[in-house]
């Protein structure tokens, strides 16, 4: 049996230090926003290997400025400048040019994008008050809520820590996606959380264990394997569409990935030693 | 989505799968089930484009009714544009009122932006005749010149009858402006026929019987209470009620919608053999129960998103695929659980029926939260304060029906096989 709780104060600075490392990214250079966020345009073109490097040469030529993106199957211009004038232009521009098609033509206003960061706050807001008032209504016991929303936040703070680094070093977008990812991450949280508390309290009501340390103990043991496979499932589903799911769905499923990894490990290793912190004063 | 065509292996001969239109009738309502998957803008291709209409003209009051008007003819002008199943919503965000326009499988979106954003397509002309000159011949040509008088102009049209006859008519009213250009027009046009035109379109030409002054006109002609009906909305459509601003366009084209496609279904069927690879070498004979209950719960999904005519974007599929992993969440839950029962009991039998109604709450709680957050996500009353992307919407709507049958055959179905395996009493 393993002994979780002995080494609890490791498990949380483990976790401290992963959180502070995405805080910095995040305060130090910010997420990489896409155009619904903060406005801009985005042009996504069919080319060949050949043109998209003369197009990428062009485009340092002629309109220099913009973002220049290879994908497998072509090349994405984008920019916060980019409106509808200028967009059509380039668009035209580089059809014209290199004949090439043109397979994504996005643009979204300012406006758009103030309205959407402030809408998402409140989705994400409401998503943690509901999980907070079920969890403390199911377990009758405001111990539970509260350790299941710390791994809740810790969560989120890992998967939105880490989405600035990987904003830095690979130029990876928070867009639309990303925030359903967060939010799904939340409830995916807090499933593993629900089943290791579900026998926390079982083993309570048994009394099968004197102390506090023990049951927990023995609960985590018994509850590690069906945590694990349960995300195993998730992960592979995750994995295969990271690697055959095509560009479009990549960050969105990376970002799944990230929330359920973190959403695992927090449960037995955040969520629970913040119950066993709580509950062991009495 | 073309038929499902599977190369079996020892048979060599290819079986096609084609499923054909199904209607049930249901409560007195058709529910058709035919072959066709709904797909979204992002997999068949098409544009989506957001106006913001301009409210700042309008008293508070008016400015609900203006934005309703506006919505209205924006549809009508894409419905005049004749594409399939164009999709026009009203967005409302604080005092910002927004238009909505999916339109799927659009060519050309610039076309479709400038039908839509036109402010004024009525317009008068004048009839006229030229010489046209061929060869040696000449002859009389008629054709219509465009007056200063269009749609702009038009206070309102409205479906009037005849004193005498009682038959249809629609009459114009012009303001101040167009009442004066109107007099003129009419004044140098007498018995001469004047034209309506619509979207370059000639609706009606009538003679123009006297110059009229005050504004106001009847277009009397052989037309019914339908057909003067329409006209009189073609009329007062001509001009939207308030000016709109394109803020926002995206458009793809069916070859990436396509792409999209074939790489979801391969990365989902990929991931759904090894989750199943996965659960029979975990869980053996208990694995193959987990295999059968995945396998009804993927043919159900894909006949539910049929039957409900649910539109597939990306993000839903990216949805679904989540939920394939997490289907088999109840089935993993409770056989541990009936592992960690076999410690204590001895009986297979009562360890299996123990394990599984001890797994049950434990799986309700977790799954409730997952639905909580696609409750959020879906936003299915339209709060204003929530978001209200298309494509997350695609995504929670596809998980949320997942967990849901997730539910059923992870629990229903897996409790009715293991009952029949270890011969348990109901």
Not at chain 1, 193 to 216: A, C, M, N, P
Not at chain 2, 147 to 160: C, D, R, S, Y
Not at chain 2, 298 to 316: C, D, M, P, R
């Amino acid at each position: 049996m393993i002994n979780f709780i002995k080494y609890r104060l490791w498990f949380l600075a483990f976790s401290l230090s992963v959180i502070v490392l995405g805080l910095y990214f995040i305060l130090a250079h910010g997420f990489v926003y896409s155009i619904d966020f903060i406005g801009g345009g985005l042009i996504e073109f069919d080319a060949s290997a050949d043109k998209s490097a003369k197009a990428e040469r062009l485009m340092e030529k002629d309109y220099p400025g913009l973002d220049f993106q290879k994908t497998s199957t072509g090349f994405i211009i984008k920019s916060t400048s980019l409106d509808k004038q200028r967009a059509d232009k380039v668009a035209k521009n580089l059809s014209q040019e290199l004949k090439i098609k043109k397979t994504r033509f996005e643009l979204v206003g300012a406006s758009v994008s103030s309205t959407n960061v402030y809408k998402i706050v409140v989705a994400v807001l409401l998503a943690i008050l509901g999980i907070l008032g079920y969890v403390a209504f199911q377990f009758k016991e405001w111990r539970f809520g509260v350790a299941a929303i710390s791994a809740l936040i810790h969560d989120s703070l890992v998967l939105v820590g880490l989405w600035a680094i990987l904003g830095y070093y690979w130029a990876v977008e928070l867009d639309v996606l990303f925030v359903t990812a967060l939010l799904t991450t939340m409830s995916f949280s807090v499933h593993d959380t629900i089943v290791i508390f579900d026998k926390i309290q079982e083993e309570e009501q048994q009394g099968s264990f004197g102390r506090l340390s023990e049951r927990i103990n023995w609960a985590l043991n018994l509850t590690m394997m069906r945590s694990l496979n349960n995300s195993l499932t998730v992960v592979i589903m995750l994995s295969s569409l990271i690697i055959l799911g095509g560009e479009s769905t990549r960050a969105f499923a990376v970002s799944l990935m990230i929330g359920t990894i973190t959403g695992t490990y927090s449960s037995p290793f955040v969520a629970t030693p913040i119950y066993y912190l709580l509950a062991k004063k009495e | 989505m073309p038929p499902l065509v599977i190369n079996l292996p020892f048979v060599n001969k290819p079986i096609t799968i084609k499923p054909e239109k199904i209607e049930i009738n249901v409560l007195g309502k058709k529910l058709g089930i035919n072959n066709e998957y709904k797909l979204g803008l992002d997999l068949q291709g098409g544009s989506h484009l957001v106006f913001l209409v301009d409210t700042s003209g309008f008293k508070n009051q008016d400015i609900e009714s203006a934005v309703e008007a506006s919505r209205n003819i924006i549809e009508k002008r894409i419905n005049f544009f004749g594409v399939a199943e164009p999709q026009v919503y009203l967005l409302k965000q604080n005092n910002n009122y927004r238009v909505s326009v999916d339109i799927p499988g659009n060519k050309n979106p610039q076309q479709a932006i400038n039908q839509i954003g036109k402010t004024a397509q009525l317009d008068f002309r004048e009839y006229k005749t030229k010489e046209v000159q061929q060869g040696t011949e000449s002859a009389q040509m008629a054709y219509f010149e465009p007056t200063k008088l269009n749609g702009q102009f038009l206070k309102k049209a409205a479906l009037v009858f005849d004193q005498q006859s009682g038959n249809p008519q629609v009459s114009l009213v012009f303001n101040k402006e167009g009442a004066r250009l109107f007099g003129e027009i009419t004044k140098k046009n007498i018995q001469k026929p004047l034209a309506i035109f619509l979207d370059e379109q000639l609706l009606t030409a009538p003679t123009v019987q006297q110059a009229i002054t005050d504004g106001k006109a009847v277009i009397s002609g052989d037309f019914t209470v339908e057909e003067a009906k329409v006209l009189i909305n073609s009329l007062n459509a001509g001009a939207l009620p308030a000016p709109i601003k394109l803020i926002e366009q995206k458009t793809v084209e069916a070859t990436l919608g396509q792409a999209n496609i074939r790489q979801s279904l391969l990365a989902g069927v990929f991931g759904l053999l090894c989750v199943i690879m996965f659960m029979l070498i975990l869980y053996k004979k208990e694995g193959l129960v987990a295999f059968i209950s995945l396998m009804v719960y993927t043919i159900i999904s894909l006949a539910l998103y049929k039957i409900l005519g649910i539109v597939l974007t990306i993000s839903g599929i990216a949805g679904f695929l989540l939920s394939i992993g997490m289907a088999v969440d109840a089935n993993i839950l409770i056989y541990e659980r009936i592992k960690e029962e076999q410690l204590l009991l001895k009986d297979k039998q009562i360890a299996v029926r123990s394990g599984f109604f001890r797994a049950l709450a434990a799986i309700k709680s977790a799954n409730f939260n997952t639905l909580l957050v696609c409750l959020i996500l879906f936003n299915p009353l339209n709060l204003s304060f929530l978001p209200e992307f298309g494509m997350v919407r695609g995504f929670a709507l596809t998980l949320a029906l997942g967990v849901l049958l997730g539910l059923f055959t992870g629990v229903f179905i897996t409790k009715n096989i293991l009952w029949r395996i270890y011969k348990i009493e109901k």
